[in-house]
């Protein structure tokens, strides 16, 4: 096994450990132990109470996370090659980053209901500023030498934006990717929370309601769990693609 590898796994039994001591306690009435958030999970899969959940909740996520990637992509590359447009557009993408989301859903529920265009646009709020910003960073330190270089070879804008721009700035733009889809997760359980309790968000909210803290965790565990798959996934992804370009990363 790979050293990263060994440190996950050792990094996961060292929490689920302390999860299940505390458990044992307990550090509180509403806080059960790793086994019984599992038994309780475990169940949830077997009846298929879970997987109808996610049913509803990845609705809004994969629809909210390919509008912010095409989207907050294609913004990002403009706002990286336009000053006009980085002064003009940038300030809205550092707002939405930086403001309260809770304090916006309300606006969101006025105008367009509770239903799956509200969801929607939490997702999109909380992703695209990070794809957005990331990638116009990205794009703005292209190494000026290389598109000087282009240039002298007659290469016309089109071709440095393709063939220099773009594959320079890739790393950095498939990383906001990631932080984005991160942050879409998080958008996702709370649009279910604060906006109407569907999907995985009712299994949350329901369970807490008639003190099942058992099933509570274990929803919020496997959102977490689904998370960390799929940005592992993610990673393989962008390690396959940038081979080349000597990178760090929070597992390594």
């Not at 990845?58 to 294609?74: D, E, Q, T, Y």
């Not at 706002?79 to 930086?98: E, H, K, R, T």
């Not at 070879?153 to 890739?170: E, N, Q």
């Amino acid at each position: 096994m790979s050293r990263s590898l060994n440190l996950k796994l050792l990094s996961a039994i060292v929490v689920f450990g302390i999860w299940e001591i505390a458990g044992r306690i307990p550090i509180s009435y509403g806080f059960p132990t790793f086994f019984e958030s599992m038994v309780a999970l475990f169940s949830m899969l077997i009846d298929g109470t879970l997987l109808l959940a996610y049913m509803d909740t990845l609705r809004p996520l994969v629809v909210g996370l390919l509008i912010s990637a095409f989207l907050g992509i294609a913004l990002g590359l403009w706002i990286g090659l336009s000053n006009w447009f980085d002064w003009l557009v940038s300030p809205i993408f550092i707002i939405m980053q930086a403001a309260p989301l809770a304090a916006l859903i309300p606006l969101l529920v006025m105008v367009y209901g509770i239903g799956l265009t509200s969801k929607v646009f939490v997702v999109c709020i909380m992703a695209m500023p990070v794809i957005v910003l990331n990638t116009a960073g990205a794009v703005r330190n292209t190494p000026v030498n290389l598109k000087e270089m282009a240039a002298s070879f007659l290469g016309t804008d089109k071709d440095i934006i393709l063939r220099v721009i773009i594959p320079s700035a890739s790393p950095i733009i498939f990383s906001g990717l990631r932080l984005g889809t991160s942050a879409g997760f998080i958008g996702a359980i709370l649009a279910e929370l604060k906006i109407t309790p569907t999907g995985v968000g009712d299994i949350i909210t329901f369970s807490r309601s008639i003190a099942d803290y058992p099933s509570m965790y274990a929803a919020i565990f496997s959102i977490i769990l689904l998370a960390v798959c799929f940005l592992n996934l993610l990673e393989i992804i962008e390690r396959t693609l940038f081979r080349g370009n000597v990178r760090g990363y929070v597992s390594d």
